[in-house]
């Protein structure tokens, strides 16, 4: 806990606003105490890093279980770091992991904490916002706490002197989503469907992404099978507009 709030206000934090001085916009939207989801797009292995200092509160993610299994020294830093930084493991390789990795969440927010979710699952592989998985809908359902959409934006800046560029990051926080209405509707796939896509949507107004209604995970496993560019998978992939909106999740957790 201690060096959380070590590498947020002494270590780390200054210096990543210093050197890239995130604007914030909207940050008054998440709450100051008790639990709620952060739901973001993730375009960049340095969201996590960005979108926590941007609030006061701390923000605890999942992450998958390989940070924090290695062996000697580097495996020693890189457990305690991720530990640090709140992160909580989460084994993805397992049959059940989807499941584990709801029940996980759930927990962290009936203990009061703010979570920060990822609905995409993964990194976009070009660029633009895809399809969320229905976790984020079933979490809220369950515990009632509300949703904060979240956009990452990135652009990138000149430095004057030195002729450097260097990313230039706007951290988004949209007006909090209560989904009350579907109270004691959990484990229904189409109000989890209905409320997942609610909430890309939101993310989607406030990045100005294109949105992609496939699965980025499914897209990246074509593009690495077949070395296709994700424009290519995408075409193939996406189903036409008018049968999009009736498609169901692959799975509770999908």
Avoid: C
Avoid at 77 to 93: E, K, M, S, W
Avoid at 221 to 238: H, I, N, P, Y
Wanted: charged residues 25%.
């Amino acid at each position: 806990m201690l060096f959380y709030w070590f590498l947020k206000f002494v270590a780390l934090g200054p210096v990543v606003k210093l050197v890239f001085r995130p604007h914030l916009e909207g940050v008054e939207h998440v709450p100051a105490r008790g639990a709620a989801i952060l739901a973001s797009n993730h375009l960049s292995a340095a969201d996590w890093v960005f979108m926590p200092l941007s609030v006061r509160r701390r923000v605890t993610f999942l992450a998958k279980a390989e940070y924090f299994t290695g062996s000697g020294l580097k495996g020693f830093l890189q457990r305690a770091f991720f530990t640090g930084a709140g992160q909580v493991p989460i084994d993805r390789t397992s049959a059940s992991a989807a499941e584990d990795a709801i029940q996980t969440g759930l927990r962290l927010l009936r203990e009061g904490r703010l979570l920060g979710i990822y609905p995409e699952g993964t990194r976009s592989p070009d660029g633009r916002l895809y399809r969320g998985k229905t976790g984020v809908a079933r979490m809220t359902l369950e515990t009632g706490v509300p949703v904060v959409p979240v956009a990452m934006v990135y652009r990138r800046r000149r430095l004057p002197l030195v002729g450097w560029n260097l990313p230039a990051v706007t951290v988004r926080f949209g007006e909090s989503l209560d989904f009350s209405r579907y109270e004691g509707l959990a484990g229904d796939r189409f109000v989890e469907r209905s409320i997942t896509d609610e909430i890309m949507y939101e993310i989607m107004t406030l990045s100005g992404q294109e949105y992609v209604d496939v699965y980025g995970a499914r897209v990246k496993k074509s593009m690495d099978a077949t070395g296709a560019s994700a424009s290519d998978v995408v075409s193939r992939l996406q189903p036409p507009a008018d049968e999009a909106a009736d498609r169901a999740p692959e799975s509770l957790a999908g």
